[in-house]
């Protein structure tokens, strides 16, 4: 189907699926292409510094935008739904960005009299509810980081102008249009002034200079010197003479180094102050860095995050051998939802240490397969393995080894495909298991992808009428036509209620699957392959693809219908 052909539902999947890109990077890297790579001596392309990547964004943006355009009021639930279901950083942000400045703001609609008969709806409210959302302990909501980016977002050019052309804002106005988020800014400010162990709490997290960028941007007035105090911000008069706080008598909590102070000492002060990871180790003195002894005192205020992150600090340090600690990272290990410890892996020297690290993955991959399937879903996995695929067949095998091993192998169906079809079957529900099976797997031959609907029916696999049947085919589509794949789905007995395509093409992309699938009357979604290296979107893609496509007839819901049933978010009183 043509881009202009799809409607909002069909173009917020393909933004679900292929919007892996990060926007923002915390390291100088290259842009080729309209795409984002780590800078090394081998990378060619234009040097971009850290921050926000703008093509990514402004990209990103300006598909929510379309299908803002398009059906408003799903945006309004994707929005809601991206903050309270998922764990997208930069979607929440961009979601929030655009339902801040959209125009649907509550305005009265009149009668030909000029009576007010009702009140349209307020999306703009959904956009201040995201920012002032606050739930303890959860990562449903808005970090300190995330409030300042949106601004940030909608301050780039190519995205003011979006918002211009959109009729966003002022077509000839030289500022960007913020919308509401000074006014949510102000109110994610005060509330916190109110109540000031939340504040305490941030600038021990280390947010503090993001907080005074917040404040500054949106215009904050503290209604007491104690906001100055927490956040050791000195204030001098305005040249207007405005200001009557905070100019006089404030004892401003300063960070000082801990130069001078010995291993003993900077320990009792972490322990004493509750120091956060964050905040103690930039102030350690010159030439001590981080000894076993400061980390282990570091250790209670480490979230599970950061313990995955650090395994490569703990474990050259030794602290992986004590079985306390040990635990407190298996279990930290344990909660993993991306699959972001297959990269620290590989900056770890122990085995085992490595092993349960790759467990990790799998186990966020059985997350969300978990979540995402229903009783009696089982999933076929068609793999394209013929001669056209001989460029790009190992980067097949690679993202397989990423999801495959999220599922239940009693509900998984496997074959590669080039003019006959071969079933396979992993020895262990593992990322080392797809491994060994998928490794004597080379591309060569034809394409018949009803070959391996052929070999899985002659091993015996049969769907039973109560089950539902999802089929992912991994390759370039180029084969048989569609309506021929079609024939043998229905010969055979499979009937499937949705069909994916884990698009991989090294040289061209035919239409066997799409077109097989338009033959059946079923939902048809599709994930670029390069999704994958991803660490963070493989669980959201896994979840999109099994959840998204649906049959209307079903009684189980979709992803669509769980976006639609999703509350719109409400601002806090």
């Given amino acids: 189907m043509h881009n202009e052909q799809r409607g909002a539902a069909e173009r917020l999947l393909t933004v679900v699926l292929n919007s892996g890109a990060h926007l923002w990077h915390n390291r100088p890297g290259v842009q080729r292409d309209g795409q984002w790579f780590p800078a090394t001596q081998h990378q060619q392309g234009e040097r971009v510094r850290p921050g926000l990547f703008v093509p990514a964004a402004t990209a990103l943006y300006a598909n929510l935008l379309e299908i803002y355009e398009l059906d408003?009021?799903?945006m309004a639930r994707f929005a809601s739904y991206v903050l309270t279901e998922t764990e997208w950083r930069d979607g929440k942000v961009?979601?929030?960005?655009?339902?801040?400045?959209q125009p649907r703001s509550g305005e009265p609609v009149r009668e030909d009299d000029g009576t007010v008969a009702f009140y349209d709806d307020d999306y703009r409210a959904v956009g201040e509810a995201m920012i002032l959302r606050y739930e303890q302990g959860s990562t449903r909501m808005m970090t300190p980081k995330a409030?300042?980016?949106?601004a940030q977002?909608?301050?780039?050019?190519e995205v003011a102008d979006l918002n211009r052309v959109a009729g966003f804002a002022d077509p000839a106005g030289r500022k960007p249009a913020l919308g509401r988020w000074p006014k949510a800014a102000r109110q994610w400010l005060a509330y916190r002034e109110r109540n000031m162990p939340l504040l305490e709490g941030l600038v021990a997290s280390g947010y503090k200079e993001t907080i005074k960028r917040i404040a500054r941007k949106c215009g904050y007035r503290p209604q007491s010197r104690r906001f100055y105090e927490v956040l050791g911000w000195p204030q001098k008069q305005a040249a207007s003479g405005h200001r009557r706080i905070g100019l006089e008598g404030l004892e401003l909590r300063r960070q000082e180094r801990f130069d001078g102070l010995d291993e003993a000492a900077i320990c009792e002060r972490i322990v004493t102050e509750k120091l956060s990871f964050t905040e103690a180790s930039g102030r350690l003195p010159a030439g001590m860095g981080l000894t076993p002894a400061i980390m282990a005192a570091l250790l209670p205020s480490l979230?599970?995050?950061e313990m995955r992150m650090l395994t490569p600090t703990l474990e050259s340090l030794g602290l992986l051998a004590d079985s306390e600690v040990r635990q407190r990272w298996q279990?930290?290990?344990?909660a993993a939802t991306d699959q972001r410890a297959l990269n620290i892996a590989r900056n770890v020297q122990n085995r085992e240490v490595r092993q349960e690290l790759e467990e990790a993955a799998d186990n966020a991959a059985r997350a969300a397969v978990s979540e995402a399937s229903a009783d009696g879903l089982e999933v076929m996995f068609l793999i394209d393995k013929s001669g056209s695929m001989e460029a790009a067949v190992e980067q097949s095998k690679e993202a397989l080894a990423r999801i495959?091993?999220?599922?239940?192998?009693?509900?998984?169906h496997i074959a590669t495909f080039d003019t006959t079809g071969r079933v396979l079957r992993p020895k262990a529900a593992s990322r080392v298991g797809v491994q060994h099976m998928l490794a004597d797997v080379k591309a060569g031959g034809g394409t018949t992808h009803a070959s391996a609907l052929g070999a899985l029916h002659q091993s015996g696999v049969r769907i039973a009428n109560d089950h539902r049947l999802v089929v992912i085919v991994v390759g370039d589509e180029s084969g048989e036509p569609g309506s021929a794949l079609a024939y043998h789905f229905e010969t055979l007995g499979y009937r499937p209620a949705a069909m994916a395509m884990i698009?991989?093409?090294a040289w061209y992309r035919g239409s066997t699957v799409r077109d097989a699938a338009a033959s059946l009357q079923v939902p048809f979604s599709e994930v670029d392959v390069a999704q994958f290296d991803d660490p963070y979107q493989v669980t959201r893609v896994l979840t999109a693809l099994l959840e998204a496509p649906v049959l209307p007839s079903s009684a189980t819901p979709g992803w669509l219908e769980r976006v639609l049933a999703t509350p719109l978010l409400e601002k806090p009183l």
């Fill in 303 to 305: 979230s599970d995050r």
């Fill in 72 to 74: 408003a009021e799903l």
């Fill in 153 to 157: 977002l909608l301050e780039v050019p």
């Fill in 503 to 505: 698009v991989n093409v």
């Fill in 331 to 334: 279990a930290a290990v344990a």
């Fill in 94 to 101: 961009c979601c929030a960005a655009l339902m801040m400045v």
């Fill in 404 to 412: 495959l091993a999220g599922f239940p192998l009693d509900r998984l």
């Fill in 147 to 150: 409030v300042l980016r949106v």
